[in-house]
């Protein structure tokens, strides 16, 4: 079993990563180009495509734990505080890959080992923003969102009240949208922040969101993309959700990689103009 160690995990020391030392730790986040959101998936696929069996068996071996834990009562319910601790396994994996040019499979429970309750906090927060979205879309859209939906999954539905309620309904869809990139903001760079440089909960949930409000048109570009490009990968039978699943979750750690290290020369010239 590697320890933090022998994967550098401990890149906080001095704000110095240690697998590239010309490299800084920005401790709120840079804003870059909103063009580097092609970036951000162009080096997720580079390294999807340097080992593509790996990834694509450690995807496997998710969906198997995911579908187990859906069957069994009551744990099913609570399997959402772990998605922060899974994400921190693939995070740690692109992380090694990037340091030794491969991963081990078994870093997908590295979260379990290191670091879970802190990456269960970001879970729990996750699922809290988005319960909060479910609420007040109920509340702000009213019963006409919930007769909507009924109408809309019978078998005969009435289409003056479907069409009496859309309006409720697209009301209801937009406020959990809006909650929803709410928690993405608050939680999409915790786990790494937690899991490589050792953040605790409130910092790495602040810096995330520090960073996120910096990047927030390159962002709305990164999920664009991926969402086509997810929606596209679907068409082929869903087979190629095996490449593009991967690449979602590695782009956690390019985005993070992006966002929170820069060159020394990059942080002393922004010191200058400072």
Same mark, same amino acid.
């Given at each position: 079993?590697?320890?933090?160690?022998?994967?550098?995990?401990?890149?906080?020391?001095?704000?110095?990563?240690?697998?590239?030392?010309?490299?800084?730790?920005?401790?709120?986040?840079?804003?870059? @180009?909103?063009?580097?959101?092609?970036?951000?998936?162009?080096?997720?696929?580079?390294?999807?495509?340097?080992?593509?069996?790996?990834?694509?068996?450690?995807?496997?071996?998710?969906?198997?734990?995911?579908?187990?834990?859906?069957?069994?009562?009551?744990?099913?319910?609570?399997?959402?505080?772990?998605?922060?601790?899974?994400?921190?396994?693939?995070?740690?994996?692109?992380?090694?890959?990037?340091?030794? @040019?491969?991963?081990?499979?078994?870093?997908?429970?590295?979260?379990?080992?290191?670091?879970?309750?802190?990456?269960?906090?970001?879970?729990?927060?996750?699922?809290?923003?988005?319960?909060?979205?479910?609420?007040?879309?109920?509340?702000?859209? @009213?019963?006409?969102?919930?007769?909507?939906?009924?109408?809309?999954?019978?078998?005969?539905?009435?289409?003056?009240?479907?069409?009496?309620?859309?309006?409720?309904?697209?009301?209801?869809?937009?406020?959990?949208?809006?909650?929803?990139?709410?928690?993405?903001?608050? +939680?999409?760079?915790?786990?790494?922040?937690?899991?490589?440089?050792?953040?605790?909960? @409130?910092?790495?949930?602040?810096?995330?969101?520090?960073?996120?409000?910096?990047?927030?048109?390159?962002?709305?570009?990164?999920?664009?993309?991926?969402? +086509?490009?997810?929606?596209?990968?679907?068409?082929?039978?869903?087979?190629?959700?095996? +490449?593009?699943?991967?690449?979602?979750?590695?782009?956690?750690?390019?985005?993070?990689?992006?966002?929170?290290?820069?060159?020394?020369?990059?942080?002393?010239?922004?010191?200058?103009?400072?």
């Amino acid at each position: 079993m590697m320890d933090n160690q022998e994967i550098d995990l401990n890149s906080r020391e001095n704000g110095v990563s240690l697998a590239k030392e010309t490299e800084v730790f920005i401790r709120e986040g840079q804003a870059v @180009g909103a063009g580097d959101a092609t970036k951000w998936i162009g080096n997720a696929w580079a390294m999807f495509k340097a080992q593509p069996l790996q990834w694509i068996l450690m995807l496997i071996v998710y969906i198997a734990i995911i579908s187990v834990i859906s069957f069994i009562p009551f744990i099913s319910l609570f399997s959402g505080l772990f998605s922060s601790v899974f994400v921190a396994g693939y995070i740690t994996a692109a992380h090694q890959q990037r340091i030794t @040019g491969n991963f081990r499979i078994e870093l997908l429970f590295y979260g379990f080992k290191n670091k879970l309750g802190s990456l269960v906090a970001v879970g729990a927060l996750n699922i809290g923003i988005i319960t909060l979205g479910v609420i007040a879309a109920l509340i702000i859209a @009213g019963f006409g969102a919930l007769d909507f939906f009924v109408a809309s999954q019978s078998g005969n539905p009435d289409p003056v009240l479907m069409l009496a309620n859309l309006p409720s309904f697209m009301w209801a869809i937009i406020i959990l949208s809006i909650f929803s990139m709410v928690a993405s903001a608050f +939680v999409w760079f915790a786990p790494a922040l937690i899991i490589i440089n050792d953040m605790k909960f @409130g910092e790495a949930i602040s810096m995330s969101l520090s960073a996120v409000k910096k990047n927030l048109f390159g962002g709305f570009l990164f999920f664009f993309m991926m969402g +086509v490009l997810m929606f596209i990968s679907m068409i082929p039978i869903f087979l190629g959700l095996l +490449v593009t699943i991967p690449m979602m979750m590695i782009s956690y750690y390019t985005t993070y990689r992006s966002i929170f290290y820069a060159s020394k020369e990059v942080s002393n010239k922004e010191k200058m103009i400072v």
